[in-house]
């Protein structure tokens, strides 16, 4: 793998407005898009699919989620899922727990230790992150986003014959 962050789709790096200023891809590949919104995949939790519901329309309509983005999109759908699961279960501890607020739990010794929920949490929201960069979510990446897409680098001429 290159040093250096990972590569950006062109429709994000556009998005951006190329601010490395690198050339673009002319022959990345562009999957089909689909004439709608895809369904979210049956297998989703529930939480998951609310998630996909709220989102998907939004990244088909900027034109990064294709029909090969289906299973990324999900994976990021389910982590969502497992986290709030995961911080709910926690929130329910907090209120029996005034000391740790569910963050610690004892053992069958009698030892405080950090609560497996908590290490969930952290570990989807993790993944969470690591997949909607994908999308170009979260943000630090719309602050970076210009307005509008432009899937042509203006020409410096353009305005002067418009």
């Known amino acids: ?45 529930p939480y998951a699919i609310d998630e996909w519901r709220r989102a998907a329309p939004e990244l088909w309509h900027l034109g990064v989620l294709t029909l090969l983005d289906v299973t990324v999109f999900a994976a990021y759908c389910q982590s969502y899922a497992r986290w709030r ?12 727990d005034p000391v740790t607020h569910g963050l610690l739990v004892r053992t069958t010794e009698g030892n405080a230790r950090r609560n497996p929920l908590v290490k969930i949490a952290a570990d989807c929201a993790k993944d969470m992150v690591a997949y909607a960069s994908q999308f170009g979510m ?19 001429f353009g305005d002067l014959l418009a």
């Open 1 to 45: 793998m290159p040093p250096g962050p990972p590569k950006q789709p062109t429709v994000v790096r556009l998005m951006r407005g190329n601010p490395s200023h690198r050339p673009i891809n002319r022959n990345e590949p562009q999957p089909a898009r689909g004439e709608a919104v895809p369904e979210p995949p049956s297998y989703l939790l």
């Open 138 to 156: 979260g943000a630090a990446a719309r602050a970076r986003i210009s307005a509008g897409i432009r899937f042509e680098p203006p020409s410096k």
């Open 85 to 96: 699961l995961a911080e709910e279960a926690v929130a329910r501890i907090a209120t029996h």
